[in-house]
């Protein structure tokens, strides 16, 4: 028997988005996948050649980097974040859209002039993308790493600006801070391990043309 390819996509909040499309590739998984009352991690499917381990969207990169799992579905600003050379990012999903911003509270932004910044201090769960992004002009970034909740690092004095994803902006509202710069546009990706396309070409070239294919009808 042939060993199933792993697909690693992530609990989040893409999830919901990419369920539809699986049933569209012909990917249902098991019953226990949707059973809150499950602890079970790793899921078999209606394909028997594929079975989906559900991670969280930071790790599912590093599943699929290391190989663990061949196939995956992540945020573009992770993959952005990583920047792993073992991934291949074949297909863009046309779901999880949103953007990475610079945002600071809205009474600094009414007198400030991002040109004029020479350091900055920055609460952020992308510490690589905002350093890259500042020192691409010459500026100083100086990250505090956080996993969420950034919005509220400024009020707290924790740092004076945040790196996050905006995508309807009611969080950076409700918080008092205005988006002064966006960094990326972000999108889901399918992504697939360099080593593994080459070695079971014939499975993973089979599901990189269903993602395609319900895309396709999707936008249609
Ligand atoms: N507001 C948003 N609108 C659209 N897409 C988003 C939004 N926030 C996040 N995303 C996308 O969804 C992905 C997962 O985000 P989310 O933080 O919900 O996942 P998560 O699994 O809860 O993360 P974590 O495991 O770190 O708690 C992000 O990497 C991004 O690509
Ligand atoms: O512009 P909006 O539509 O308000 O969306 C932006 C928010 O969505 C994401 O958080 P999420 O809800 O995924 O929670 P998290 O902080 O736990 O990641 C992101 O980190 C922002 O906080």
Known sequence: MIEPVTLAIPKGRILDEVLPMLAQVGIV???????????ALMFATSDPGVRIIRVRAFDVATFVAHGAAQVGVVGSDVLM????????APVDLDVGHCRLSVAEPVALAAGDDPREWSHVRVATKYPNITRRHFEARGVQAECVKLNGAMEI???LGLADRIVDLVS?????????????EVI??????????????????GQIAALIDGF???????AA
């Open 29 to 39: 998984p098991e019953a226990a996948f949707s059973d809150p009352a499950s602890r």
């Open 168 to 180: 309807s902006g009611r969080t950076l509202v409700e918080n008092g801070l205005a988006e002064v």
């Open 81 to 88: 974040e990583f920047d792993y050379s073992e991934l291949y």
């Open 153 to 155: 690092a400024p009020v």
């Open 212 to 218: 395609r294919m319900a895309g396709a009808q999707r």
């Open 184 to 201: 990326a546009q972000v999108s889901a990706r399918l992504i697939v391990n360099r080593a593994a396309f080459k070695t079971r070409s």
